[in-house]
């Protein structure tokens, strides 16, 4: 079992990841910056850690991510000031990236469908800051020695979990939407399957089961 840890503990997303992957019996840490947010996270089955990204250096991240097989990046800034979501979403998540090509962790990166380049978002959107971080943050991967899988769903809903529609090859499909649900079983099932790495997996809701998408079993 995997010694895992979740960065962006309390996102809706991670909260449903987090059961997933402690009741598959590995061992779980939850990055928090909100102290008020520990109970939340224990809830999950999950280890609360305190520590705020944007503030940690280098050896601070270096240090976060020491012992751990798996790093899962579910954070994010969540809007707001453009300074503020490069700081979290492009200059934390490359600290974090080069963390783990020194630790030899395994990076699960949470990014989304249009994350490209070319994402076409214009320069006066409040999206802009977004979507700049992470295609340079996902390109940086892709370019790594890490080992690596990127997780790039369309637009999140609420609605329960479903299967998934693989965007294989790449621009056969347009984004749609997808339950955060079906992103947290995304996240368990690559994790529990190693063999799954170096691939950028664009998704919509679909009808074919995760584990089935993956190539990792059927159902």
Known sequence: MARILVLGAHGKVALLAQPMLTGAQH???GVIRNPDHRDDVAATGAEPVVADLEQLD???IDELVKG???VVWSAGAGGGAAERTRAVDHDAALRVLDAVQRSGARLVMVSYFGARRDHGVPEDHPFHAY???KALVDEAIRASGADWVILAP???TLDDETGIEVDEPEGSI?????????VARLIAEVVAHPAVRGLTIRCNAGGTPVAEALGTGRS
């Open 68 to 70: 751990f097989d798996v």
């Open 58 to 60: 280098q050896h601070g």
């Open 27 to 29: 061992t779980v840490h």
């Open 174 to 182: 347009e984004s749609g939407e997808i339950p955060r649900a079906t």
């Open 131 to 133: 979507a700049e971080a």
């Open 154 to 156: 369309s637009a999140l």
